[in-house]
């Protein structure tokens, strides 16, 4: 499984790899303009990210406005929505405007309330099949 985070803020980024390292090949992204690099780099090099972690709020370009650009980009690509990447937003947001966009007009997978926790991280990737249920050999 290969990972992008997308956080400006280090903890946040240092935290999310910590947990992810041992089942993903992780990569960062200080805000929505590298994100949306990388992640068509990624493509373009046939090793595309399977699941995204990404803050709303960042500086340059935003997480709702990179959440859209990654997804057209997608369809650029003729990913179908079985195909394309799990985007995790993570946000310290509760349910502005800006989570219920993300959600239900940007495409997003999943919300995970910041700060966010080594279980609800798994359990999220358990859910979308990133990861193998518990107990699962």
Not at 95 to 117: C, I, R, W
């Given at each position: 499984?290969?990972a992008l985070?997308?956080d400006d803020?280090?903890?946040s980024r240092?935290?999310?790899?910590y947990?992810l390292?041992?089942?993903a090949r992780?990569?960062a992204?200080?805000?929505?303009e590298d994100a949306?690099?990388v992640?068509?780099?990624a493509?373009?090099?046939?090793?595309?990210?399977?699941?995204i972690?990404?803050?709303?709020?960042?500086?340059?370009i935003?997480?709702?406005?990179?959440?859209?650009?990654i997804?057209?980009?997608?369809?650029d690509?003729?990913l179908?929505s079985?195909?394309?990447c799990?985007?995790?937003?993570?946000?310290?947001?509760e349910?502005?405007e800006?989570?219920h966009?993300a959600?239900y007009?940007?495409?997003?997978?999943?919300?995970l309330?910041?700060?966010v926790?080594e279980?609800?991280?798994?359990a999220?990737?358990?859910r979308?099949?990133c990861?193998?249920?518990?107990?699962?050999?």
């Amino acid at each position: 499984m290969r990972a992008l985070i997308v956080d400006d803020d280090f903890y946040s980024r240092s935290f999310l790899e910590y947990i992810l390292a041992p089942y993903a090949r992780c990569d960062a992204a200080v805000n929505g303009e590298d994100a949306i690099m990388v992640f068509k780099k990624a493509l373009e090099e046939g090793e595309p990210y399977s699941v995204i972690f990404m803050d709303l709020l960042m500086p340059v370009i935003d997480g709702p406005k990179a959440l859209n650009e990654i997804r057209e980009i997608e369809k650029d690509y003729g990913l179908t929505s079985d195909t394309e990447c799990k985007i995790v937003i993570t946000s310290v947001l509760e349910d502005g405007e800006d989570t219920h966009n993300a959600m239900y007009l940007g495409g997003a997978t999943s919300f995970l309330q910041k700060p966010v926790d080594e279980h609800s991280i798994m359990a999220e990737l358990r859910r979308l099949g990133c990861i193998p249920p518990e107990g699962a050999a």
